[in-house]
């Protein structure tokens, strides 16, 4: 072992792990104080807080300042494999889908838009951005960007109840079957932390999707900025070769 | 341009454009912040707040002294694979490396006769490597194997022999697996071992392997550098 890595700290998280799941500590109970758990397994007191401030930055905890540490809420976990609109997916899980319009207008094609959507520079685009809630959470900032011309007067139509994907296939003939996507890290702005209720610079995924017609042709570019303290991505994994 | 955006983001989406169109390529260094706050006649704390965000996104890295340079290009990963972490990296054109922080046998415990199915006094092989790309480390990798699966798993050299070819040589063969993808900020001794500062963003990943009897044979928890990797996949 390394001289200079000080694994233990890994195998309290990983007691603290087990703790709550033998004790059965469910989302909002409280964490016994850091001084009974160190006197029940006789461990350093500062290693104990050590491994539970990793439960806090991994979002398995939450602390109150004065009051303690408690469990925190589950992470919504989306499956990556499959490409349904977003509404259907999650509510195939059983949870609840609403949105809010942050805006809606037609802008002219970036250098970027212009690249994904593969189009001229210029050409009006369909942009709309709203916070997705999920089970009344507040998870996401949602920018869909789509050519004017596949869906002409696109923005009469209300996207806080309806789906957009939806809305496509139903007035204007246009399924979407396949997406690309790219998951990198980003952090919360001070705007953006206003609409997800989470203080600014917050961990937060950053996805960014085409979505495809069943010809192959790019219809929509989104992005996605998804609170990570709520969010997780589980994906099916197959074998690559042998 | 959306002239409704705060400055700071107007100014990190145009300096986001310059680098992806590679205008500023890799490896120069960006004009100083007192050049860019007179170049836009904006003032310098709206500067770095843009740069900050571009340095977080990974596209750019501040060297102290030096100033703000465009970084190296992501390294990406497909989501939905099997593969080894060395031959991943081999495709990209990067020499990768690992460094063992620890390998060694212990007990199941509570943690492992639930995720192997196991009694908690079963042995369990933990390898915990640090992988490394061109030098650099990339990413933290602690695997478990029940180690009844590999005899004397502990006497191969894992600075040597991928774990997935040991594994194949006693007849174990990786048929599909799950994979949970978070963003954490990581602590120490992990943050210390990717030479990031705590507190630092990275990706987490838990990932569990199944053999084609529906074993299961591996599970990794991983921490990979979230300024210089991202993944990417195909839904339909």
Redesign the interface.
Known sequence: ??KH???V??DLY?KL??YI??NNLKPGDKLPSERYLAELWNVNRLTLR?AI??LA???KVCKAQGSGTFIAPP?L?EN????ISHSAGWEADGCTVRSKKISMRI?EA???LSQHLDVNLGTPIFELKRVRYVSDIPLSIETSHIPESFCPNLDRFDFEHNSLYGTLEKEYGIQL???????????I???EGEYLGVAEDS????ITGTALDKEGTPIEYSTAVIR?DR???????????? | ??SRL?LY?QLADLLR?KI??ETIPFGQALPSERELSETYGINRMTVRRALN?LV???LLIKIQGKGTFVNQP?I?SA?????GFGRFLKEQGIEPSSRV??SGIRKA???FH?IFDISEDSPVFRL?RLRLGDGDPISLE?TYVPADLVPDIEDYDFHVYSLYDVMRQHGI?????????????????EA??LDLAP?T????LE?I?LDEHGRVVEFTSSYTK?ER????????
């Open positions: 072992m390394s890595t000080n694994l700290v890994l990983e792990e087990e799941m033998v050590d401030e990793k930055n991994e979002n992470k976990i990556s494999k499959k490409f802008m970036n250098k970027k079957v396949k997406q690309t996507q790219v998951v990198s890290l980003t952090s702005t001070g705007k961990c937060a995924f950053y990570a969010y997780a991505i589980k994906t099916r994994l197959t074998e690559e070769e042998l | 341009m959306n705060p983001q454009e992806e169109t965000i977080t996104e990974g992501h990406e989501m939905d694979s099997i593969q922080v620890y415990g509570y943690k639930r915990f602690d063969f990786l048929k599909n697996g799950t994979e949970k993808l978070e963003i954490v900020r990581v602590t120490n001794p210390k071992l507190g963003m990275a990706f987490h990932n392997s979230g990797f991202r993944y990417s996949t195909v839904m339909e």
